[in-house]
């Protein structure tokens, strides 16, 4: 399966953006977002199940961020809100094998490239 993250830019604290992730070959894979600040390891921001019935997020961004995935598009997204710029990153999507998703960097069999995400205060 190939990746292509896009809908990063340069945006006001307060403000929003939209991530996608485009997919394509087989695609029934449980899908994650994952970001990395300059200096910082790879954390993990949010999966969602391949039939989006579950989701997960990490705590800093529970009530800001939703995931979400539109299968017959192939693509997930990432809708962010309310961004700090502490979520000043480099934003991953990731896929993985495990139908339900994950948390764990790990468990994801293939990248994206990033899409740079910077929140100006």
């Known amino acids: 399966v190939q990746l292509q993250a896009s809908g990063g830019g340069l945006v006001q604290a307060g403000g929003s953006l939209r991530l996608s992730c485009a997919a394509s070959?087989?695609?029934?894979?449980?899908m994650g977002w994952f970001r990395q600040a300059p200096g910082k390891e790879r954390e993990f921001v949010a999966a969602?199940?391949?039939?989006?019935?579950?989701?997960y997020y990490v705590d800093s961004v529970k009530g800001r961020f939703t995931i979400s995935r539109d299968n017959a598009k192939n693509t997930v997204y990432l809708q962010m809100n309310s961004l700090k710029a502490e979520d000043t990153a480099v934003y991953y999507c990731?896929?993985?094998?495990?139908?339900?998703?994950?948390?764990?960097?790990?468990?994801?069999?293939?990248w994206g490239q990033g899409t740079q995400v910077t929140v100006s205060s």
């Open positions: 990731a896929a993985t094998r495990r139908l339900g998703g994950s948390t764990r960097t790990y468990d994801y069999d293939y």
């Open positions: 070959g087989r695609t029934k894979y449980g």
């Open positions: 969602i199940s391949w039939n989006g019935g579950s989701t």
